[in-house]
């Protein structure tokens, strides 16, 4: 697979002290990749900087393996897709569409059927007349969209587009925005700080924090192992318990796992919800069994499975998601033995 | 009484204070003029005040050279205003902060002053004649000219148009600029189709003040402009008050009133087009 977007060393440092250092990433031909992280991480500052709305202080930029560092934004091969949608309320959607086409000097016949296909891959067939006014939200945000996909950029950047969605809506724009990726077969950076928009689109993830790159993973993966502290608290719900180093194994309480990244000391146990099992204390004759106390504190229903908040005493309190049936076994106020299927061992700064 | 009955009346109550200003500063007076303007000092009615006003030798230079005056001033007002604008809203620096800390000041010198201050800088004796001696060179002449009215003009009007052409630039966000130049458009694109679109509603309203603010002019005309030809304001306070013709000058009056009724036309059809557009 060719790289299509590489980015090397890109540092934009801004007055207040916020920017980026250091940025390598490669996005490959046809993949989906998402710059996830909290507000100020800089992953907006990497996308403008592939988009040539700001100048870097270091760095460069290639595109198809063509430096576009030097280029101003009408001179890249790309096309953003904006927060804020950004179609020209003074323009008809039709004019939206075909203004980018005309200065590329497409005739007149085929830029209406182009804009006329982009406007049906987009669900939004015969919005040709309407204002941008005249238009929700989501049907904004599909002319914006049909806008970029028209002018076939190299690289289509999306700066959360749907963050000014309500919750089904965003869904719904999700999955019409996979299906268009699978279909156009584009190269797309996106940016968003929702987890759940990009473990479900995204080919791969770049989390940011503080200006740099934490992990560069699969979705699966970033979940399943989060390479860092910062990632494990980021993606996904996580619990965290203090641990410690015993010889070749790392011990919390009475259970314990091998010290396979050779930590030392004190260390930050991390488990997800759906690792934690609970068993009630009746079943072991002593109530000293297999896995650590606990006494449950909350038992939420979320629909198809419940969230179970277990007072740990000494560890805090423990997120466990349990099914239906489980949740039938267990009382608020019981007391339970904690076990904990799988963890990832934390350094702890 | 039905609800939508007591809104109706509500609503004639609360409009009924801004009608009848409007009625007395404005609507009875010009009715009182045209009535006047028609009356041919024989105790009959004609269109003779305006038949002098056409054909009079003196009266048509005075409407050629007022609405010269007019039309060069507004454009250069414009050009300089949305000049200024654009430069403060798309650049930055010390400059720019300048600009924006002076351009207001000529609203805050009462305007006698201000052509007082003109005639003596721009006059054959003025400052500027003065500075200019010592290395050889003669000041053409600027006032008692039209070049002295346009000068004042530019002047008084600059301010007021800067800051609304200004404050409707500082209105197009930058994200849509920004999106322009993603789909590739240039500079000369970018002004063309989205920053003068987005902001033309603004700048006929600032049009409108200046070819109004202009072509009713009386003291930079009367103080800095030439014996002849000589702007309507002057003209009609001359007709008026020193040959007390008062027929002949409210024929000019309703006259002024008609071209700004012109410029004041095309600004509401403009305005009522986008509304219906918006619709």
């Known amino acids: 697979m060719s790289v299509q977007l590489a980015v090397r060393g890109l540092t934009k440092r801004y007055k207040t002290g916020e920017g980026v250092t250091g940025i390598n990433l490669e996005v490959n031909k046809g993949e989906l990749v998402t710059l996830l992280g909290p507000s100020g991480c800089g992953k907006t500052t990497v996308l403008r900087g592939i988009g040539g709305f700001l100048e870097p202080d270091a760095g460069e930029i290639l595109i198809e393996g063509k430096s576009v560092t030097k280029l101003p934004p009408e001179k890249r091969p790309t096309s953003m897709v904006f927060q804020s949608y950004n179609l020209w309320p003074h323009m008809s959607v039709y004019d939206n569409l075909a203004f980018g086409l005309k200065i590329r000097g497409m005739p007149k016949a085929d830029i209406k059927t182009a804009v006329s296909d982009a406007l049906r891959l987009v669900r ?26 028209l002018l076939k950029p190299a690289v289509l950047l999306l700066d959360e587009p749907f963050s000014a969605l309500d919750a089904k809506l965003r869904h719904e724009m ?38 740099h790159i934490e992990q560069i993973a699969q979705p699966q993966r970033i979940y399943n192992e989060p390479e860092t502290l910062y990632v494990a608290q980021f993606i996904g719900k996580m619990n965290f318990l203090e641990g410690v180093v015993d010889g070749e194994r790392i011990r919390v309480g009475e259970l314990s796992w091998p010290n396979a990244k050779r930590l030392s000391g004190k260390v930050k146990v991390a488990v997800r919800p759906e690792d934690v099992g609970l ?60 076990t904990l299927a799988s963890m990832i061992a934390y350094p702890n700064d | 009484m039905r609800k939508e009955v007591k809104q109706a009346i509500g609503g004639l109550i609360m409009v009924s204070p801004s009608f009848v200003l409007l009625l007395v500063i404005v609507v009875i007076p010009i009715v009182q003029s045209f009535v006047t303007s028609l009356s041919n000092g024989e105790g009959g009615y004609d269109l003779s005040r305006y038949q002098f006003l056409f054909t009079d030798k003196g009266m048509r230079s005075n409407i050629l050279f007022t609405l010269k005056v007019t039309v060069v001033s507004c454009a250069l007002v414009l050009l300089v205003s949305y000049s200024l604008a654009l430069y403060m809203r798309f650049s930055s620096g010390k400059l720019v902060d300048w600009i924006r800390k002076t351009y207001m ?71 849509i600029i920004e999106s322009a130049r993603d789909t590739g458009a240039g500079k ?31 003291t930079a005309p009367f103080l800095l402009g030439p014996n002849a030809p000589q702007m309507l304001g002057v003209s009609m306070q001359q007709v008026f008050g020193v040959f007390q013709e008062r027929e002949q000058a409210a024929a000019m009056a309703f006259f002024t009133f008609l071209l700004c009724s012109v410029l004041g036309y095309f600004y509401i059809r403009s305005m009522a087009g986008e509304e219906a557009a918006n619709r």
Not at chain 1, 313 to 337: N, W, Y
Not at chain 2, 129 to 158: C, Y
Request: charged share 15%; glycine share 10%.
């Open chain 1, 124 to 149: 939004l067939p015969g919005a040709e007349k309407k204002y941008p006014t005249q238009l929700s939200g989501g049907q904004q945000q599909r002319v914006a969209l049909a806008r970029s996909l």
């Open chain 1, 174 to 211: 999700r999955e019409e925005l996979r299906d268009i990726q699978t279909q156009t077969g584009l190269t797309m950076v996106l940016v968003t700080h929702d987890q759940d928009e990009a473990l479900s689109l995204s080919n791969r993830i770049i989390e940011m924090n503080h200006g």
């Open chain 1, 279 to 338: 068993n009630a204390s009746s079943n072991h004759q002593d109530g000293q069994g297999q896995g650590l106390p606990g006494k449950i504190k909350q038992i939420m229903i979320l629909g198809h499975y419940a969230e179970v908040s277990v007072d740990m005493d000494r560890h805090g309190t423990l997120k466990a998601f349990q099914s239906k049936e489980a949740i039938e076994r267990l009382r608020t106020g019981e007391s339970v033995r904690v």
């Open chain 2, 105 to 175: 000041i000529p609203l805050f010198i009462p305007g006698v002053i201000a052509t007082y201050g003109l005639m003596n800088l721009l006059g054959n004796h003025g400052w500027l004649a003065r500075l200019l001696l010592p290395l050889g060179m003669t000041l053409p002449r600027l006032i008692f000219d039209e070049k002295g009215i346009v000068i004042a003009n530019i002047w008084f009007n600059i301010p007021f148009a800067t800051m609304l052409l200004s404050s409707a630039l500082t209105g197009i966000p930058a994200s």
């Open chain 2, 188 to 218: 000369l694109r970018i002004f063309l189709r989205f920053i003068f679109p987005l902001s033309y509603k603004t700048f006929l309203v600032a049009l409108t003040f200046v070819f109004m603010g202009v072509i009713g002019s009386f």
